[in-house]
């Protein structure tokens, strides 16, 4: 909980008094929440904004009058209570891509429809509300009560983030347009086609143009002030799921305790979800499949044959009782991956170092298998070490399990993982246990055997 003493101190100690009078259960989720004055008045100042931790008010605050005050921090206190910053962190590592403008209109919108119904309370005149982004953008009629129950934030940004990345042509065109205007307009195209070499030149870094709902939602929420800052905390996945669990409990239990005065209209889609990490379950299960287990050792007697020197209290002889050892034998860990689908770099990434940390903590070695409808390469790497980040995937090709799963079977792996997105058949089933990790967007598609991974 945030320093008491510190409580007095900042701008918004007035509003959140009165939040917690008005609304004592919800509006006292702020004294979980770190406030901070900041002196920095630019040109445009925002009068307070969040990085999911802590709420600053700037000077152009103190300029509002108790009512906007109250509502600016009851906004800014369900930005971190439902842990708006943090997902926009997690959605980045899953898409790849998130724009921040977007999705804090996407945001703002949530919020603005769940504080409409407090008469106690004085929303920006330019704020977004969710049915009126609905309306506008996806064509969609529904009242607050009915979209609060349905739309969940990373759901709302996907649908109305249409942007493209623009065509190669007309880029290198634009560019050069530019470079000739900058220039007085001198030099033309030479033989070489020099706009075609610079647009081959960009690659996948060139930014995304906007489709037609994403530029109605920047016109809707253009007179919204962006108020969600980069997120500052770089916890553990497992860290993570215990503060999206700990705020939706908090969140529960003032709703519940602040009833009609509650300033969530309704327990919105949108509370923090709590599920337990990939990365946890993936090293569980590993951790389990490689963990070497005694076995019966002929060579060494037991300790209970040892305590009573192999005789009976009566003194008669003992049969021989074996020991128990572990194996010697280095755990083999098997990473099968199938390259004709697709996986997105940053899933990729989060994947590989996992793997690389599990073999490192078990002393396993790891056998990587790369392949489509046939085996194209297979490498034996030493533990913590992989070559899984660099693997090229080409999409949209034939693929058959079958011919990597009978190479993985001549390592005599203790557990295997598929790295995949089950579009093709298995037909051979090995004697040791697989994992199929699978993307997000393949969540709904059947595994042949062994277990599914969903990787979020």
Same mark, same amino acid.
């Given at each position: ?206 930014? *995304? ?6 530029? =109605? +939602? #920047?016109?809707?929420?253009?007179? @919204?002030? %962006?108020?969600? /800052? ?44 709590? *599920? ?6 993936? =090293? +569980? #299960?590993?951790?389990?499949?490689? @963990?070497? %287990?005694?076995? /019966? ?52 990434? =989060? ?8 073999? %490192? ?96």
């Amino acid at each position: 909980m945030a320093d008491g003493h510190a409580m007095h101190e900042h701008r918004g100690t007035r509003a959140i008094q009165k939040m917690v009078e008005l609304a004592p259960s919800t509006g006292g989720l702020a004294l979980w929440i770190h406030h901070q004055d900041v002196d920095d008045d630019d040109a445009e100042p925002l009068a307070a904004a969040t990085d999911g931790t802590t709420i600053y008010y700037g000077p152009a605050f103190d300029r509002l009058g108790l009512a906007e005050q109250i509502g600016l921090v009851a906004h800014q206190v369900l930005h971190v209570a439902l842990r708006h910053p943090q997902r926009q962190v997690a959605l980045g590592r899953l898409i790849g891509d998130v724009d921040p403008g977007l999705y804090n209109i996407c945001a703002d919108a949530i919020i603005n429809a769940s504080l409409g119904h407090l008469g106690w309370l004085t929303l920006p005149a330019a704020s977004v509300n969710l049915e009126d982004l609905l309306r506008t953008v996806l064509n969609i009629q529904q009242t607050a009560e009915a979209a609060l129950l349905e739309w969940d934030l990373e759901r709302l940004y996907r649908a109305v983030d249409d942007r493209r990345r623009e065509p190669a042509d007309r880029r290198a065109n634009r560019r050069w347009s530019s470079r000739r205007s900058q220039a007085g307009g001198q030099g033309e195209p030479s033989a070489g086609n020099r706009p075609q070499r610079d647009a081959e030149s960009d690659g996948d870094t060139a930014p *995304r143009v906007d489709g037609p709902r994403a530029a =109605r +939602t #920047r016109m809707l929420g253009a007179e @919204s002030p %962006r108020d969600l /800052l980069p997120s500052t905390t770089d916890t553990e996945p497992e860290r993570e799921a215990e503060q999206a669990r700990e705020w939706r409990e908090r969140i529960t239990r003032a709703h519940a305790g602040d009833g009609e005065h509650s300033m969530l209209r309704a327990l919105l889609a949108d509370l923090p979800k709590v *599920r337990t990490p990939w990365e946890q379950i993936l =090293r +569980t #299960r590993l951790c389990r499949g490689l @963990s070497q %287990r005694p076995g /019966l050792s002929w060579s060494r007697p037991s300790r209970s044959y040892l305590a009573n020197a192999g005789r009976t209290a009566d003194g008669r002889r003992m049969p021989w009782e074996p020991g128990r050892a572990y194996a010697t034998a280095i755990a083999r860990l098997v990473v099968m991956v199938d390259v004709s689908g697709s996986v997105e770099n940053p899933l990729l990434e =989060r994947f590989a170092r996992e793997i690389e940390a599990i073999s %490192r903590r078990m002393e396993a070695a790891v056998i990587v298998i790369i392949g489509d409808d046939r085996v194209r390469d297979q490498q034996t790497f030493t533990p913590g070490r992989s070559n899984l980040r660099g693997i090229e995937f080409q999409g949209g090709g034939g693929t058959d399990f079958t011919p990597l799963l009978k190479a993985a079977e001549a390592h005599r792996p203790d557990i295997g993982v598929f790295l995949t997105d089950l579009d093709g058949p298995a037909h051979h089933r090995p004697r040791w246990p697989v994992i199929w990790a699978v993307p997000a967007g393949c969540r709904h598609a059947r595994h042949p055997f062994g277990t599914k991974l969903i990787l979020e």
